[in-house]
């Protein structure tokens, strides 16, 4: 067993190294304050402000509205407690001989095999000094012979049992009985892992027991695990259905990257399940994976720690998977997360064992409370309905006194909330996302709660996407009437404020506009929204080469996904809509061949974005998926400042109005005001130009065909249609010669980077443009029989 780690950080082994503090004095006073204006705030809602006297129903709606702010700033103190020594941990510098065998167990069931096979990939990418020592094995709880086959072609090992007993846990602790490493690499089947994974996880334990050398069995600290944060490629939902991929991070940042961490204070560090490397003593000491619970992290976690391991929570991305992508698989694991910590802290005993100290206690309790928000959720609605819409006194004060006491309070704790998470999340998205899952997770918990214990691993969807606008609405039906209630409580305390000539209802005002902003954005969440690509675009800035009849064009990635890839050009050069190009992308580490064909063109003002569908990997399949997943998520690390709650409505409101428009331009549309001489001696402007087609100013009755030179290139103008503002519209009849000459093509391509932004008249109007657009289409295809 090993040394019972204390719950002071200085009883760590002396000469770890650590980061003390990455707040400065001044966040520490301003914690000092929240923490002191919290218990004022309490006392005076104790003593002074519960209902006695006003009926049954307003004690016990005064006692529960208490109860909840209660334990829920108790729980808001640990984590300011956790915060005011907040630990990180450098990445210790080992010998490459020391590095040991792992073991990496990447378990699955029913996922799609393109999706495991980028999870294998990523682990074959992964550095380590002696690649002979990383292990790989497949967990396949779905006993599929494809898996096993795709195993095989992959080089890796295949794992698999006759039944599925104790779900998850079962399936890793039937691998952890076959292999033997003494360090194991936990991963969902959808984690991704970063090349540098193992680089910079398995240096703490080889560090540890390098210091361990020649120390007394009672004198040694032994490593459980270290947890990376678990990373997500694709927006999730609540970034995705509210408008928000570009305003908001992932949901699940605030966990991983600050209260994980955080935890390493009082040791109280929780097993995520993935992205996790795990001593194999630490393993066999705690009984292998907790299987009595259905989450078998969480409690495997705390059986670690009850054996006196210490474990690590590291803020560095190091592998990346996929969020839910609809509403129903996201309450089933939030659900099963809930359920699975209730019963897990129940069945681990936390607070009657003796293996835990007094924080991890604390914190563990924290966990709990934390999954007991739909409660919490209901009675912060009812309460001010309670009130203003059915005359029932829930919180005894004056105006006065709430601006004294609660005032303080409020606006302390909001500001430590943004501060300590590094501004990853505030009170006010807290309670967007609770609102969310509230209505369908309060009945489960309670559940829950009363002992009454799913026992049934339900695995969360991956890989599939599904357009859910407009599917969920009976999902809206709690939200809705609370909308109404809420609505008719605004209107009454607006009133009472009129009659009375006073102030005296305006808190709860306030608190009901602010319940009505988050069930409004509940209803949003739950509208849904359609999924317009199969797979997700990494944003990615990366050296390419775009190769085109002989021309190779160098320029950068914009954008990249599993079936496209656009790039950045400086100039709007000429590429046929109908020939596959060759695209060569080089990182550091990675190189992949493309063939693909141009989808769109745009103009992004100061430069062209040019869009291709992959039509062949050519080889280079596997490390083109490293090009994209082995990075750092491009979606954002923080919330955006410029997210009020009237942008947040505005935007969804906005977005879900306006009318797609899509486009269908394959050629770069460059506007100029460019005079030609043409053959039969007179000059012609040409204010659009795209290669294929040009518009010509003709203040006449346009003429049939026009021979036009630029930049010494002959073009050959057949006219297709007339246009208003006395323009009409030419398609260049020798497109294709030019194309195929190399020569012509680059003199072609450098007059129109010459005239392109030049005075021109005013664009044709969008209605027009739209239609031009569908006009031309047949007179490309025509132009191709040309």
């Not at 630490?282 to 006196?308: N, R, S, V």
């Amino acid at each position: 067993m090993a040394k019972k780690v204390k719950f002071k950080m200085k009883k760590v082994h002396k000469g770890e190294k650590r980061e003390k503090s990455v707040l400065d004095l001044r966040d520490k006073l301003w914690f000092i304050l929240t923490i002191f204006c919290t218990l004022i705030y309490l006392t005076w809602r104790f003593l002074r402000t519960i209902p006695l006297e006003y009926g049954l129903v307003s004690l016990i709606a005064g006692i529960a509205l208490f109860v909840v702010e209660f334990f829920g700033m108790i729980e808001a103190m640990i984590h300011y407690i956790n915060m005011f020594t907040y630990q990180k941990f450098d990445v210790p510098v080992v010998p490459p001989r020391k590095y040991p065998h792992v073991d990496v167990f990447i378990a699955t069931y029913n996922e799609p095999l393109d999706l495991v096979y980028k999870t294998i990939n990523g682990c074959k990418y992964m550095d380590y000094p002696d690649k002979k020592k990383v292990h790989i094995y497949v967990c396949d709880d779905g006993h599929r012979p494809e898996m096993k086959e795709m195993a095989e072609k992959a080089g890796v090992n295949y794992i698999t049992r006759p039944d599925n007993a104790h779900a998850k846990a079962g399936n890793l602790n039937n691998a952890l009985s076959v292999t033997q490493s003494p360090y194991i690499l936990t991963l969902d089947a959808d984690m991704i892992p970063k090349h540098d994974l193992l680089m910079r996880t398995i240096p703490y334990f080889v560090d540890q027991e390098m210091k361990n050398e020649g120390l007394e069995e009672k004198e040694q600290i032994h490593i459980g695990f270290v947890q990376s944060p678990q990373s997500f490629h694709n927006p999730d939902l609540f970034q995705f259905n509210l408008y928000s991929e570009g305003r908001i991070p992932n949901e699940q940042d605030y966990f991983y990257r600050d209260i994980q961490v955080s935890r390493n204070r009082s040791n109280s560090v929780i097993y995520g399940g993935s992205n996790t490397v795990l001593s194999r003593m630490a393993l066999e000491a705690a009984g292998g994976f907790f299987d009595k619970t259905i989450t078998e992290d969480y409690g495997t976690g705390i059986a670690i720690q009850k054996q006196g391991f210490r474990c690590i929570a590291t803020n560095e991305v190091l592998a990346s998977g996929l969020s839910p992508t609809d509403l129903k698989s996201l309450i089933t694991q939030r659900i099963r997360w809930a359920r699975g910590v209730i019963s897990t802290n129940r069945k681990q005993h936390i607070f009657l064992t003796t293996k835990l100290s007094i924080a991890q206690k604390a914190n563990y309790w924290a966990s709990e409370f934390y999954w007991l928000s739909p409660v919490k959720r209901l009675i912060y609605f009812l309460s001010p309905i309670l009130f203003a819409t059915f005359n029932f006194m829930v919180v005894k004060c004056t105006l006065l006194e709430v601006l004294l006491f609660w005032l303080p309070m409020y606006i302390t704790s909001n500001i430590s909330l943004r501060m300590l998470s590094r501004n990853i999340r505030t009170a006010k998205w807290t309670s967007v996302y609770e609102t969310v899952l509230f209505p369908y997770m309060l009945l489960p918990i309670l559940m829950e709660k009363l002992g009454i214990t799913l026992k049934t691993f339900k695995v969360t969807k991956k890989g599939d996407v599904e357009n859910e606008a407009g599917k969920n609405v009976v999902y809206m039906i709690p939200f809705l009437l609370l909308i109404v209630l809420s609505i008719i409580g605004i209107i009454r305390c607006i009133l009472m404020m009129m009659q009375s000539n006073g102030a005296g209802p305006i808190v709860v005002l306030f608190w009901l506009v602010f319940n009505l902003y988050t069930l409004v954005m509940a209803c949003f969440f739950v509208m849904g929204r359609n999924y317009l690509r199969k797979s997700e675009r990494v944003q990615a800035q990366e050296d390419c080469t775009v190769l085109s009849s002989g021309t190779a064009y160098p320029c950068k990635t914009v954008d990249l996904s599993e079936n496209g890839v656009a790039v950045r050009l400086d100039q709007p050069v000429f590429l046929k809509d109908d020939e596959t190009v060759e695209i060569g992308i080089t990182t550091d580490r990675y190189a992949a061949k493309l063939k693909a064909k141009i989808v769109h063109v745009d103009d992004r003002k100061d430069y062209w974005k040019y869009a291709f569908v992959i039509e062949d990997y050519c080889g280079t399949y596997d490390e083109y998926l490293q090009i994209l997943y082995d990075r750092i998520p491009t979606l954002p690390q923080n919330l955006s400042k410029s997210g009020s709650v009237f942008g947040d409505l505005s935007i969804n409101t906005g977005r879900r109005m306006e009318k797609p428009f899509y486009q269908n331009r394959k050629m770069p549309r460059v506007t100029m005001s460019a005079s030609l001489p043409g053959e039969d001696g007179k000059t012609y402007t040409v204010t659009d130009f795209n290669y294929q087609f040009c518009t010509i100013k003709a203040e006449e009755e346009p003429e049939k065909e026009i021979r036009l030179t630029a930049n010494t290139v002959p073009l050959h103008c057949l006219f297709s249609r007339s246009l208003s503002e006395g323009r009409a519209l030419y398609l260049v009849e020798n497109a294709h010669e030019i194309y195929a000459d190399a020569e012509k093509r680059r003199m072609l391509e450098e007059w129109v980077a010459e005239k392109m932004g030049g005075e021109a008249e005013e664009e044709v109007s969008a209605q027009e443009e739209k239609q031009e657009e569908k006009e031309q289409a047949p007179q490309f295809d025509e132009m191709k029989t040309l």
